[in-house]
């Protein structure tokens, strides 16, 4: 079994599918791997290291792909990538599927069994391979590291000669992974630090970090879902919501969104209104510009400058932090490999919910039913 490490071509994707650490994993289940020539420059991993991990580097995507089995990559192919896969290879990526119908039709169509570390499911023995949860952690980091660059106040409290600096007061909508790391990442810069979230059960970890919780009160469970997301919250709620995000925004100098509901647009919770009621000077930075934004005005990977508000939609903070992204991504992605490799063969064991979940093309088929039904319907 050959499995294929392709350079991104993205612009501005700088990860990659393996480092050599994860190589030597692969190597040891049985695999032979092949590398694209300098597809870890950018995650500051050489040729060199590469080839002392024991892959074989190739010159191009195409000689890479040539006799390849299994095809590793951070983000989704383009169509003209595709028409290099081999027919009937295994294919490994993120990739949201609904987003890019185009593909997964070009995938079926060149029959290759297709999984994304998007639909990893979100179980106890699928932690390890939880790719999400790994990259959203380096987002709600690394946005108050950018944020913080973007105020014109400092975040600590400080008292000085020339008088007392009052800290910096950040609200973190939304309590996930990314959500949590912000909440930790600010109060260790001396923030004063609020968090809200729909779903009432994350209150005792905000407060654990040393974050104030701010809740909408309601009868229901308003917006739990399965498997720790969020879901959709009633019109009621959202009024009340508006109004609670508003009036804490309003007096906040940072705040970063995290919000998102798999498959769906990102649900928008602050508004024109809410912006233009903010102080000048304040910052947004935008976790779910990637799916359109929490915030109205968010411009995916643009900087924008609203009334005197700073809103940062970078979509892809994991890539500024390359180095660790891809260390985090690749275990994520060897841990799943392994999952499915039976003495140094794949096992597509359709029974096992962790690769029945991540798959979404098989054997000319869509098998991702949300996929399935949007293209059907368009």
Known sequence: MIAAILKETIVGETRVAATPKTILELIDSGLTVYVESGAGNESCFSDQD?????????????????EANLILKVVPPTLDEIELFPNDTIFISFFQTTNETKTVMKLRDKNITSFSMHLIPRTTLAQSMDALSSQANIAGYKAVLVGASHLSVYMPLLMTAAGT????????????????????????????????????????????????????????????GEGGYAKETSDDYKKQQELKIKERAMKSDLVITTALIPGKPAPTLINKDIVENMKMGSVIVDLASENGGNCELTQKDEIITHKGVIIDGTSNFP????????????????????????EGELNLDLKDEIIAGAMFTHKGEITHQPTKELISNT
Do not use: C, W
Request: aromatic fraction near 4%; charge should be negative.
């Open 50 to 66: 590469y080839i002392e991990a024991g892959a074989q580097i190739k010159e191009d995507a195409k000689s890479t792909l040539n």
């Open 165 to 224: 600096i009052a800290p910096a007061k950040v609200l973190i909508i939304g309590a996930g992974v990314a959500g949590l790391q912000a909440i930790a990442t600010a109060n260790r810069l001396g923030a004063q630090v609020e968090a809200f979230d729909v779903r009432p059960e994350v209150k005792e970890q905000v407060e654990s970090l040393g974050a104030k919780f701010v809740e909408v009160e309601s009868e229901n469970i308003e917006g739990v």
């Open 319 to 342: 890539a500024t932090m390359q180095t660790h992204a891809s260390q985090l991504y690749s275990k994520n992605i060897s841990s799943f490999v392994k999952h499915m490799l039976k």
